[in-house]
């Protein structure tokens, strides 16, 4: 006692006394906290017969009116099942979280990891929806892969998330940690999508391209996939580079690409990266729609793209992994009538494949009627000949969908409207 005696300048019954009364507090401390986090917000222990859906999307920013409705139609299964599963012995419990921040306008890495680790934090949480940008996924694909926590993305389309050969070298392995996967997606990836791009240049009277990418994943690996479809399929592709997504502008970039005398320009990107700006400057050197095509992906197959470029979106296309949700038809068509009557607009381009995900989590739910991570994942991943709004369609040994129609699609009138089915072979 010595040593706390001379460095408290107390006597040594004080110092007993203060140590006591200190580890008194502590343990009280520590109870007080154990009993608020079972049953408070942070959620670290979980209600057995609750079980918790997250979606990671972004929320702030232009994505929004896109993301939105996705959690719409996530909405619709938890309340189409009267928020229970198994019987009504379950109760579900359903929470969007937003993964994009107001400095970047979209999608933040930081918030990404953010929502991944506090998804495996909260035990109650047994499913998580999201995300909806692949450089997103990359990150949380393994956080969660750790914790035996089933992924369900209802939009990220880069092969080598879960496709061997697709990719970079160590991908897909390197996002699964634990051995086995735990990521599905219900909308075909983009090496098919990528393919049919090219195809449809081609049909629709394009001869040389030119070939942009906003340099995030999703952007750079469909631009890749369309260049070497365009080549085989004989088109001359007269230049291509990566953007900088921030400029104020395009106007040198964009006389610099009409001097080469393109029929078409493809742009591998998203509309929050300058997307908008992008068709302005295409329009504002010289090169009419009538003349040269602007062509992107499904990042582009949105009302903010629209918004984004104003008139000069007139007449522009995009592909999309699937099929508009006002052509769907059987199940889907139905689900889309109950869609527009619930929330009086029309679905934006991946609000079914957002229903579509959370069928196949409370399906999951149902097989194991209990909170275990690991056997709702081993659900979600074995889901087979499910009958869907989008078709019949099952996971493959990968966790990709079966389904492979796709759709090609052009702004006429300041709306998006459906073209043609396009199909990668």
């Known amino acids: 006692m010595s040593r706390l005696t001379s460095a408290n300048g107390l006597k040594p019954r004080y110092a007993i006394a203060l140590v006591i009364t200190t580890l008194a507090t502590g343990f009280l401390t520590a109870a ?54 198994c019987d009504g012995k379950i109760k579900l419990v359903y929470e969007p979280l937003d993964d994009a921040t107001a400095s970047a306008g979209k999608w933040d890495p930081a918030q990404v990891t953010s929502n991944a680790n506090k998804s495996v934090a909260d035990k109650s949480v047994v499913a998580f929806i999201g995300h909806f940008n692949s450089g997103a996924a990359k990150l949380s694909i393994p956080i969660l892969n750790q914790a035996n926590l089933a992924m369900v993305s209802p939009a990220n389309t880069y092969p080598g998330l879960t496709k061997p050969g697709k990719g970079e070298a160590k991908e897909p392995d390197i996002y699964y940690p634990n051995g086995k996967r735990n990521y599905a997606r219900v909308v075909p990836a983009d090496d098919l999508q990528g393919v049919v791009g090219a195809k449809w240049a081609k049909s629709l009277g394009a001869k040389k391209v030119y070939i942009l990418d906003d340099q995030e994943l999703y952007g750079k690996g469909l631009a890749a996939i369309f260049e070497t479809t365009a080549k085989k399929e004989g088109l001359e592709v007269v230049g291509k580079e990566g953007i900088n997504p921030k400029a104020p502008d395009y106007k040198g970039l964009m006389t610099k690409i009409k001097d080469l005398n393109p029929d078409l320009i493809y742009f591998g990107g998203i509309t929050q990266n300058n997307a908008g700006q992008l068709i302005k400057d295409m329009r504002n050197v010289g090169m009419s729609a009538d003349k040269v095509k602007f062509m992107g992906p499904d990042g582009t197959f949105e009302k903010a793209i629209i918004d984004a470029a104003g008139k000069d979106a007139e007449g522009i296309y995009a592909t999309f992994g699937g099929i508009p949700a006002k052509e769907l038809t059987g199940d889907g068509k139905t689900w889309y009538e109950s869609y527009k009557a619930k929330y009086n607009a029309e679905p934006e ?21 209990k909170n275990d991570r690991a056997a709702i994942r081993d659900a979600v991943m074995a889901t087979k000949d499910f009958k869907g709004v989008l078709g019949t369609w099952s996971f493959d040994q990968n966790g990709d969908t ?10 006429k009138n300041g709306k998006w409207e459906f073209v043609t089915t396009l199909k990668a072979d």
């Open 349 to 369: 381009a991946y609000a079914a494949y957002g229903y579509e995900s959370g069928k196949v989590v409370v399906n999951a739910i149902n097989q194991v009627c």
């Open 32 to 85: 007080c906290q154990n009993t608020a986090t079972s049953g408070g917000s942070s959620n670290t222990t979980a209600d057995a017969n609750t079980l918790k859906i997250v979606s990671s999307l972004p929320m702030t920013g232009s994505s929004l009116g896109q993301t939105q409705t996705i959690i719409n139609g996530i909405k619709q299964v938890i309340e189409e099942n009267k928020n229970v599963a």
């Open 402 to 411: 079966t389904l492979t129609t796709m759709s090609g699609n052009t702004v």
